[in-house]
């Protein structure tokens, strides 16, 4: 190896540290354990044993309805949106093989497998980070039963390109992870969400490392990625002018305040308590954060500025590519539009704050403040937890699949050629042939 190269390689061992390898079968029949838990508690929570049979807006209107309609291949190289969406259009060929009728249960079992892989993923990726398994645990376990992830996004594959960038996050920082199943994913990560670019840094710093299969698999994926999003055409959601006071304040009601409270409960607290809500936010997220910098190793500083940096780049971008007046904090529900943009920035706080939660000297006075903020963020993120299996709004309740394709039957048993299939959320249908019901 040349000496650039060399350094190249210290430098990405400083960033980059390698995690012990799992010390006894033990661990192995835990994350299963886990990994069970965490697709139980998706699909039977009321809000997910509601998506069981309620399909989901792109799940039914244009992922099924390609895949009962037209060839495999096709379809995984076809761009919607601007960008290739290959992981749920690969869920959705594995769902059009069922009944037709068990669509709606196939998206939302499917959906949360992934979103439990993820955060498996994560739980194994941070050891090298967090030197607490509690911590590591709690942070995976955010994957899972975070709130803003809970509600537009839950058990869909149209929404599940938000985890897979935190979850390629981490794929790409677990310098030991196996390298075929990891690379699989990230190669799929990167050719189904737009936002994925975002992450190339981590990729090249990884380069230099041994096990660099993962890095370039993913450079590659992202190259595909790119071409397409260069030469596919995209319809904007709005023309409207973008705002950047209001910009600001979305911003801030939209991660750290949805961080703690979910995206419901700032429809309550915000229009009551105005800005203090943000500044109270603000404040339990930079304590823990600001510690990290102050006693983390070097490592954990650059994960820490990293994450921050990703919060706050996702959430500013995708507020000003999609800006339209629904997003402005004055309007009905504050943050109930679009809570998808959340999710990913959110999880990124999370991992910044558990970075200082876990860093603090057990011997040094400021540990009694940041384990007063430990406490304070248990607390907040356990309550909005059961304040959000307790919301009724999460629960879908318009027409059921089944249903839905009861009557798509009986047109055709009526003579219809074609059938109407509806589903959720409101006004969303597609049509199919009568043969593809049967």
């Not at 904007?236 to 209001?246: K, L, M, R």
Request: charged letters at 15%.
């Amino acid at each position: 190896m040349t000496s650039t190269t060399l350094r190249r390689a210290d430098l990405a061992d400083g960033v980059l540290p390698l995690p012990d390898e799992p010390r006894h079968e033990l661990a192995w029949l835990g994350h299963g354990a886990a990994f069970v838990a965490s697709v139980a508690f998706l699909l039977l929570i009321p809000a997910g044993w509601a998506r069981l049979d309620h399909l989901w807006a792109e799940d039914g209107a244009r992922f099924l309805l390609d895949a009962l309609s037209s060839p495999a291949l096709s379809n995984l190289a076809d761009p919607y949106g601007g960008y290739l969406h290959a992981l749920p259009r690969l869920v959705a060929e594995l769902v059009a093989l069922l009944p037709v009728e068990q669509a709606a249960a196939g998206f939302a079992v499917c959906s949360a497998v992934l979103r439990a892989l993820v955060a498996l993923i994560t739980f194994a990726g941070s050891k090298a980070y967090l030197r607490s398994a509690p911590a590591r645990f709690a942070l995976a376990a955010l994957v899972v039963v975070l709130p803003a992830g809970n509600s537009e996004t839950l058990n869909n594959v149209t929404n599940l390109h938000w985890f897979l960038l935190y979850g390629t996050f981490w794929a790409l920082l677990w310098r030991n992870a196996p390298r075929v199943p990891v690379a699989v994913f990230v190669v799929l990560s990167a050719l189904t969400s737009p936002l994925i670019f975002l992450l190339a840094p981590i990729a090249l710093v990884r380069l230099p490392q041994p096990r660099r299969e993962v890095p370039i698999a993913f450079l590659a994926a992202l190259a595909v990625q790119g071409l397409t999003m260069v030469f596919a055409s995209r319809t904007p959601y709005s023309h409207d002018e973008v705002d950047p006071v209001q910009v600001l304040l979305a911003s801030l009601l939209r991660v750290p305040v949805v961080a703690f409270t979910g995206s419901e409960r700032v429809s309550e607290f915000y229009p009551a308590n105005g800005n203090l809500v943000i500044l109270a936010a603000v404040l339990v997220a930079a304590v823990p954060i600001a510690a990290a910098l102050r006693f983390g190793d070097r490592h954990g500083r650059a994960l820490v500025l990293v994450a921050t940096a990703f919060s706050v780049v996702l959430i500013v971008a995708c507020l000003v590519l999609n800006w339209a007046q629904v997003l402005q904090v004055q309007a009905p529900g504050v943050v109930m539009a679009a809570q998808r943009y959340s999710i990913a920035p959110c999880l990124f706080l999370f991992t910044a704050i558990f970075v200082g939660l876990d860093a603090v000297p057990a011997r040094t006075w400021e540990r009694a403040v940041v384990a007063g903020s430990r406490y304070l963020v248990g607390i907040l993120v356990v309550v909005s937890v059961f304040a959000h299996l307790r919301e009724p709004g999460t629960v879908l309740d318009g027409v059921p699949w089944d249903e839905s394709v009861a009557n798509a039957r009986a047109e055709c048993a009526a003579g219809k050629e074609n059938a109407r299939l509806e589903h959720e959320p409101q006004d969303w249908f597609f049509i199919v042939p009568c043969a593809a019901l049967r």
